[in-house]
T-cell receptor, first 109, second 113 residues
Framework: AQRVTQPEKLLSVFKGAPVELKCNYS??????LFWYVQYSRQRLQLLLRHISRESIKGFTADLNKGETSFHLKKPFAQEEDSAMYYC???????????FGQGTTLQVKP | SAVISQKPSRDICQRGTSLTIQCQVD?????MFWYRQQPGQSLTLIAT?????????ESGFVIDKFPISRPNLTFSTLTVSNMSPEDSSIYLC??????????FGEGSWLTVV
């Protein structure tokens, strides 16, 4: 079955602390993995995709096919990083997305 | 990147009525989709809006409840029919450009009373 799991509903850290938002997936083929972010009262925005291997706003994510994981990391959290983060999987260039349940990141001053 | 506009952005509807949500894209796109986000939940794909043919629905969603039109490559509508309070959700339009770059509209916040 195709599934994306984000085990943490809420992650609360202090400003300047490292952040890791966990994402595991289940998919039999070669998926494309994404991280989307939704700031308060704003639309869903693409943060990262695994094929681009970019670092956006200091965030990085590495696809680990052995562990079927795509964890999102940032070495030093900022208050403006507080948002809802969704990990998503797109089966084989279909344009569709299967979303995880989302993790709320709360960065405290 | 594609710019997606959705109307209405927000509405309060009476149960038993229907509401049509519009999605307009500023460029021609091959793939358009509709998602639902129920309160406190993640996003779930409703259907793929196919240009010139019937939409393809995901498991648990049916055409009678969520009829979809896609008359051209820049526009689609989703109707939520015979609404009940359980239909209170955010409905989002999504498009995929070449290379599987996927964008979302702002969403239409629907409350059924």
């Amino acid at each position: 079955a195709q599934r994306v799991t984000q085990p943490e509903k809420l992650l609360s850290v202090f400003k300047g602390a490292p952040v890791e938002l966990k994402c595991n997936y289940s998919y039999s083929g070669s998926p494309e993995l994404f991280w989307y972010v939704q700031y308060s009262r704003q639309r869903l925005q693409l943060l990262l995709r695994h094929i681009s291997r970019e670092s956006i706003k200091g965030f990085t994510a590495d696809l680990n096919k052995g562990e079927t994981s795509f964890h999102l990391k940032k070495p030093f959290a900022q208050e403006e990083d507080s948002a809802m983060y969704y990990c998503a999987l797109s089966p084989s260039n279909t344009g569709k997305l299967i979303f995880g349940q989302g993790t709320t990141l709360q960065v405290k001053p | 990147s594609a710019v997606i506009s959705q109307k209405p952005s927000r509405d309060i509807c009476q149960r038993g009525t229907s509401l049509t949500i519009q999605c307009q894209v500023d460029s021609q796109v091959t793939m358009m989709f509709w998602y639902r986000q129920q309160p406190g939940q993640s996003l779930t794909l409703i259907a793929t809006a196919n240009q010139g043919s019937e939409a393809t629905y995901e498991s648990g969603f049916v055409i009678d409840k969520f009829p979809i039109s896609r008359p051209n490559l820049t526009f689609s509508t989703l109707t939520v029919s015979n609404m009940s309070p359980e239909d209170s959700s955010i409905y989002l339009c999504s498009v995929a450009e070449s290379g599987n770059t996927i964008y979302f509209g702002e969403g239409s916040w629907l409350t059924v009373v």
